[in-house]
């Protein structure tokens, strides 16, 4: 895979994919969100890799959709072209992908931190949907995942104001799972990524849908959803070997698949 607007790695079970167009801020144009979707979907594929982390530079996770790129499209040509609904392939992963923000993470930048399972932020981590700014609002799902985040005031203001926020409100509020010394940023994600990769695969799958069902569905289908994956798993060996191993006070060796 030759990429030229991300980096691509893996260590171990985890893939590193670090955004990188340094001139335009990780600004995401459809290359690179073409690039991202396709590295994520090799991971997919992979049996051999089990979570991973999407990072950009110190300066900036992504400083939004490319604005040089779309500031001419007419209204059929945004509409046809559709040139956003590439992005919504990261939300529909089934490995878990975690986001590692420094930086600015402003418009479509957020929305795509916010499409990751969860977000470790950086001390420098600026969040926010400055779209209104540029005479538009959030496209990339940022009006209903940043409500579902942060509650309607909060999200309310920052649309309509701009106003960015900084990596400790942001992890008061519940857009991040927390906020690290940047220098360990990467480290944290990696840790973090290599510790759900070293899970049951099929088990780490089922939970990561069955959080994301709590978004789509009412409390009493939602807790029906888990309870017939939470019994399905006793059909895995895993479930046998997690169990097995507690009981005999001992490490388990899931076997990952
Ligand atoms: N699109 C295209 N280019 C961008 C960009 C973007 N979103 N953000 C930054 N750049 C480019 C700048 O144009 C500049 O390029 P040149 O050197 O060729 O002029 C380069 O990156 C460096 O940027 P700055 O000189 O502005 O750097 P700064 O440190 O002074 O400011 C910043 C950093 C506050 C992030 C500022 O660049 C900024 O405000 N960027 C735009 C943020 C924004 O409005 N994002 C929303 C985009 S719309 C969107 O995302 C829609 C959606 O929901 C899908």
Redesign the pocket.
Known sequence: MAYETILYETRGKVALITLNRP???N???AQLIAEVTDALTHVEQDPKLGASVITGSD??F?????????ASLDFVQAYVGDF?SP?DRVGQMRKPVIAAVAG?A??????LAMMCDFIIAAESAKF????I??G???????TQRLTRFVGKSKAMEMVLT?RLMKADEAERSGLVSRVVPSDELIGEALAAAEKIADFSQPIVMMAKESVNRSYETTLAEGVRFERRLFHAMFGTEDQKEGMDAFVDKRTPQFKNR
């Open positions: 001139k335009a801020m600004a995401l144009n300066k900036a992504a400083a939004g959709a490319d604005i040089k790129e779309m956003i992005w600015y402003l418009g479509g930048g957020c929305e926010g949907q400055p779209e700014t540029l538009v609002m959030p496209g990339a799902g940022g701009g």
